[in-house]
C-alpha cells in the first residue's frame, strides 16, 4: 500500500509545486499587466479632463460672442426679422 | 628518537568547539526562522518596498446641460529631498533661474528644511517648467503629481461654484457645501524601490483609489452668462457698489442663474478683496420695498379687506401713522388696487396695511419663506429678518406693507414669487439639478394669484415696471426703489437700493427673475429704471434659449402678414427667403 502511496505523493507534492510557481508567475504577469492599463485609464481620464477644460475655454460664452460679432460679422435678428407661422 | 607528539586532546578540544559553534548556529538560525520571521522579513521589506499613495480625483462640478464648470486635472509640483540636493550645491543657481525664485530664496528654504526627507518647493507648475526643470537633471530635485482645479466659466459662476484651497479641499461656495460628496478617497499601492528612490516594480494594490462623485448643479450656464453680461454692463453703467440677479425656474424651483458683481476669477484668487468672493443673491440682505407691495394685496384679498374694484382714496399723497408720514410721488388721487400696485403708492398700500390685522400680512410673509432659510444649502446663506407680529407698533404694519422694516436675500425674495407664478404654491429652491419635481405649498389661493399677477401685468405695461417690456411677451413684475440705511441711523436721501422682481410669460410664467443694484450713482436709481431694463435683456435671450413661445403674438404679426403679401403681390414661388 505505502509502496504506491508514496511515490504518488511525491508526484503530486511535485505537481502542486509546479502549478504554485506558475500561478505566482501568472499573478504577477497579470498584475504588472492590470497596472499597465490602469495607467493607460488614468492617462485617458486626464487627457480626457483637459480636452473637456479645452473645449470648455474655447466654447467660453463670452468668447464665441465676441467672434461671432467682430469676426463672422453677426447679429442678433431684430423683432421684425423673426417670420411667426401661425395655424 | 623523535617523540612523537600526541594531538589527540587539542585536536578533539578544537573539532568540539566547532561543533559546538555551528550547532549554536544552526541552534539561531533555527530560533530566528521559526520565531522571528514576521520581524524580520519586515525589516528586509523596508529597505526596498514602500508604500505609495494614489491621489483621488475630485468629482466635476457641471451645470443642467454636463457643461463643466469645475474640473480636476493632474499637474507636478516640483519638489526635493534636501539631503541630497546639498551636496551638488553648484547647480543651485541653474535651479533658482528655473523656478525664477532668487539664490538666497532657494538657499535659505532648504537650509531650514534639511532635516525633512521631502519638501515640496513649488507647487502647482505648468507643464513645460516641470519640463524644464527635470532636463536639468538635479540630484535630488523630483517631480510628484497633483491635482489641480480649474473652472472653464471663471468669474461668470465663481459664486456660486467656489473654489477649493491648493490640497483640493472646498473653501466656498459648493465646492464646500459639497466637499463630502465630491471629494475622492486616495488609495495606496506597495511598490519595490531601488536605491535611488525609482519604482522598480509594482507588487499590489493595497487600496484602489475611490474617484469623486459628480455633482450636475441647477444653472444653466448659457442663462448664467447671459444674466452675469447685462447684469456687469448694468453696475458699470450706474456705477453701482454691487448688484445681484436670480433667475428661477417656477415649474421645479431651479436656480437657473445666480449671478453678482463685483466678482473675480477664481483660477487666478491674488490680489483680491475677501467681500469678492460672496455670493451676494444668497449671503447679503437689504429691504424689499416695494417689491413687498403685491403680498399686502394678496394678503388682504385673501383676508376679503378689500376687493378687486374698491376704490382708496391717495389724496393728497401723503399720510401721517403715528409720528411718520408716508409720501407719494404724487398724489394720484383714487386708485383701486390695481393701480396702486402700478402706481407703487405707498399711501394706498398704507391704508390697505394697517387695515389688516397683523398677524395676517406676517402669516403671508412668513409662508412665503422671508426670515428663514431657503433650504439651498449654500454656506453663508442669510435668512433675512422678520420681526414676529407680537412686537409691533402700528406704524409696523405699514412698513411692513411696502417693504421696510424686514429684511431680504435676492434669492428670498425670487422664491416668494413663485407664489404668484404658480397660481399660490411655493416650492423649495434648489441650487443642484434635482431629479425630480418637489411638490409645493400653497400659501395663497389660486384666485388671489392671478387676480395679483393680472395686477402685476399692469405694473410693466402702463406702470413703473415699463421697460420690463419685451416685444411678443406678456411680463408681469413690480419695480422697488429702496433707502438704504444710513450709518447714524434713520435712512438715507441719496443712497438706494433699485429693484425689479418678475416673470415672464405673464399667461404662464416659465421664469422669475429678481435684480438688485446697489446704490447706482448716476443720478438715475429708480428701480424702473436701473433693474427693469436688465430683466427685459436677460430674459429677451433666455427666453429665445430656453424655447418658451411668446404669449403676445399680435405685435409681431403685421410684419409677418405685410411680408407674406408682398410675396404673393410679387408673384413669387413660396420660397421663404432665407
Known sequence: MTRILCPLLVGLVVITSLAITLTRHQSRKLFVELQALEQRHDAMNDEWGRLQLEQATLGTHGRIEERARSALNMTMPSVTDVIIVTD | ?578
Not at chain 2, 491635482?147 to 465663481?158: F, K, L, N, Q
Not at chain 2, 495606496?188 to 528612490?197: A, C, E, M, Y
Open chain 2, 1 to 578: 628518537m623523535v617523540r612523537r607528539l600526541s594531538f589527540d586532546g587539542r585536536r578533539r578540544f578544537v573539532v568540539s568547539a566547532f561543533v559546538v559553534g555551528a550547532a549554536l548556529l544552526v541552534w539561531r538560525a533555527v530560533y530566528l526562522q521559526l520565531t522571528e520571521t514576521d520581524v524580520l522579513q519586515g525589516h528586509g521589506a523596508d529597505r526596498y518596498l514602500r508604500t505609495v499613495e494614489l491621489p483621488a480625483h475630485r468629482g466635476t462640478i457641471t451645470d443642467r446641460h454636463n457643461e463643466p464648470l469645475a474640473v480636476s486635472t493632474p499637474v507636478s509640483s516640483v519638489g526635493v529631498i534636501p539631503s541630497k540636493l546639498t551636496q551638488v550645491r553648484g547647480r543651485w543657481p541653474a535651479l533658482a533661474r528655473a523656478l525664477g525664485i532668487s539664490g538666497q530664496e532657494l538657499s535659505a528654504f532648504v537650509q531650514s528644511r534639511l532635516e525633512r526627507r521631502f519638501v515640496l518647493l513649488r507647487r502647482h507648475v505648468p507643464p513645460e517648467l516641470a519640463e524644464e526643470v527635470m532636463r536639468l537633471d538635479i540630484d535630488g530635485v523630483e517631480l510628484r503629481q497633483e491635482v489641480h482645479r480649474y473652472y472653464p466659466a471663471g468669474e461668470v459662476t465663481a459664486h456660486c461654484v467656489g473654489f477649493t484651497d491648493i490640497d483640493d479641499n472646498g473653501q466656498e461656495g459648493i465646492e464646500l457645501a459639497y466637499d463630502e460628496h465630491l471629494r475622492g478617497v486616495s488609495g495606496s499601492k506597495r511598490v519595490i524601490q531601488d536605491l535611488n528612490g525609482h519604482v522598480v516594480e509594482n507588487v499590489e494594490s493595497v487600496r484602489a483609489p475611490q474617484p469623486g462623485r459628480d455633482l450636475a448643479l441647477s444653472i444653466d450656464k448659457r442663462i448664467q452668462y447671459v444674466a452675469y453680461r447685462e447684469l456687469k454692463a448694468a453696475v458699470r453703467e450706474h456705477q453701482a457698489r454691487a448688484g445681484s440677479m436670480v433667475v428661477l425656474d417656477t415649474q421645479t424651483g431651479e436656480v437657473l442663474a445666480a449671478v453678482n458683481q463685483p466678482s473675480y476669477n477664481p483660477n487666478n484668487r491674488k490680489q483680491l478683496r475677501a467681500g469678492y468672493f460672496r455670493n451676494r443673491a444668497l449671503t447679503d440682505t437689504f429691504e424689499p420695498g416695494s417689491t413687498i407691495k403685491p403680498f399686502t394685496i394678496a394678503s388682504a384679498l385673501e383676508s376679503g379687506a378689500i376687493g378687486v374694484k374698491t376704490m382708496i382714496d391717495t389724496g393728497p399723497g401723503t399720510l401721517r401713522v403715528g409720528r411718520h408720514t408716508v409720501r407719494d410721488l404724487h398724489d394720484y388721487g383714487l386708485l383701486d388696487a390695481t393701480g396702486i400696485i402700478s402706481k407703487s403708492s405707498n399711501v394706498g398700500i398704507t391704508k390697505i396695511a394697517i387695515s389688516l390685522e397683523p398677524g395676517q400680512l406676517w402669516g403671508m410673509l412668513a409662508g412665503l419663506g422671508f426670515g428663514a432659510a431657503t433650504g439651498s444649502g449654500f454656506p453663508g446663506e442669510a435668512v433675512g429678518r422678520l420681526q414676529h407680529y407680537a412686537a409691533w407698533r402700528t406704524i409696523d404694519n405699514a412698513t411692513l406693507g411696502f417693504g421696510y422694516g424686514l429684511s431680504v436675500t435676492a434669492l428670498q425674495l425670487a422664491s416668494a414669487y413663485l407664489a404668484f407664478a404658480n397660481d399660490g404654491m411655493v416650492l423649495p429652491v434648489s441650487l443642484t439639478r434635482l431629479p425630480e419635481r418637489h411638490t409645493g405649498r400653497r400659501v395663497m389661493s389660486r384666485s388671489s394669484a392671478q387676480t395679483v399677477r393680472g395686477m402685476l401685468e399692469a405694473a410693466v405695461r402702463q406702470g413703473t415696471g415699463a421697460l420690463a417690456r419685451i416685444t411678443g411677451y406678456r411680463v408681469a413684475g413690480k419695480t422697488g426703489t429702496v433707502h438704504k440705511l444710513a450709518r447714524g441711523g434713520g435712512y438715507a436721501e441719496d443712497r438706494y437700493v433699485s429693484l425689479f422682481a418678475g416673470m415672464i410669460p405673464a399667461s404662464q410664467p416659465r421664469l422669475i427673475a429678481v435684480t438688485m443694484i446697489d446704490e447706482p450713482a448716476r443720478g438715475e436709481h429708480f428701480g424702473g429704471q436701473v433693474a427693469a431694463p436688465v430683466f427685459a435683456r436677460v430674459m429677451r435671450d433666455a427666453t429665445r434659449l430656453l424655447d418658451i413661445p411668446p404669449d403676445d403674438i399680435a405685435p409681431l404679426l403685421p410684419q409677418n402678414e405685410q411680408f407674406l403679401t408682398r410675396v404673393h403681390t410679387a408673384d413669387l414661388p413660396p420660397v421663404i427667403r432665407p
